[in-house]
């Protein structure tokens, strides 16, 4: 069964390093998203993008966090200076084309740490 | 945004069957139920998707009524591995921007 991946697993950091999280989305998908989960809260959106081009983003997603699909299979999310409230888990979510479903296939996360 | 409401939690035993009750009065016409699962650490993993009436899949059932302003998930015979967070969604929304939002979701605990 195809599934979302994500790199690293875990990863951890000190506060005001970049960090890069990449997602690799089933490859039909066309609608790819970003999601955290801090210990022991709901699950947040962050983005979604389509058609190379972010479409929503969330109050979360401020300045210091981008999206890129750089070639035709990663997503990825970077966060510019990272800050201890960014310690989290991070998942990517991908589906397939079509206004009307809600259904996401999600990764596995990846756990940020930030010291 | 629709928003959904979800008690917080709740407690079965094994081989009972489990209803939880979504609220989304404001859902759109347009928009769409969906119900997750959700494991500690890992990803939420989708369990059924419904627009009207019920739907019933190999884990779940889905009702909804005409209203569509409220949803409930049913699990049949549960088993302690059914123990895990469930999200009720309702999108996507924006039309084509696909925000998709999770509410606080219902903590299940299944006992033996």
């Known amino acids: 069964e195809p599934e979302v991946t994500q790199t690293p697993s875990h990863q951890v950091t000190q506060m005001g390093q970049e960090v890069i999280l990449r997602c690799v989305p089933i490859?039909?998908?066309?609608?790819f998203y970003w999601y955290r989960q801090i210990l022991g809260q709901k699950v947040e959106f962050l983005v979604s993008?389509?058609?190379?081009?972010?479409?929503?983003k969330s109050e979360i997603f401020d300045d210091q966090f981008s999206v890129e699909r750089p070639d035709g299979s990663n997503f990825t999310l970077k966060i510019r200076s990272t800050k201890l409230e960014d310690s989290a888990m991070y998942f990517c979510?991908?589906?397939?084309?079509?206004?009307?479903?809600?259904?996401?296939?999600f990764g596995e996360g990846s756990r940020l740490t930030v010291l | 945004l629709a928003k959904t409401t979800q008690p917080i939690s709740m407690d079965s035993y094994e081989g009972q069957e489990v209803n939880i009750t979504c609220s989304h009065n404001?859902?759109?016409?347009?928009?769409?139920i969906t119900w997750y699962q959700q494991f500690p650490s890992q990803g939420p993993r989708f369990i059924i998707q419904?627009?009207?009436t019920k739907v019933t899949n190999e884990v779940a059932s889905l009702f909804i009524p005409a209203d569509r302003k409220s949803s409930t998930l049913s699990l049949p015979r549960v088993s302690l591995s059914d123990t895990a967070v469930y999200y009720c969604?309702?999108?996507?929304?924006?039309?084509?921007?696909?925000?998709?939002?999770f509410g606080g979701g219902t903590r299940l605990m299944v006992k033996p």
């Open positions: 969604l309702v999108g996507p929304s924006r039309g084509a921007g696909n925000m998709l939002t």
């Open positions: 490859s039909n998908h066309l609608y």
């Open positions: 979510a991908s589906r397939v084309a079509g206004a009307n479903t809600g259904e996401l296939f």
């Open positions: 419904g627009y009207k």
């Open positions: 404001n859902i759109a016409t347009n928009d769409y």
């Open positions: 993008f389509y058609n190379n081009e972010i479409s929503e």
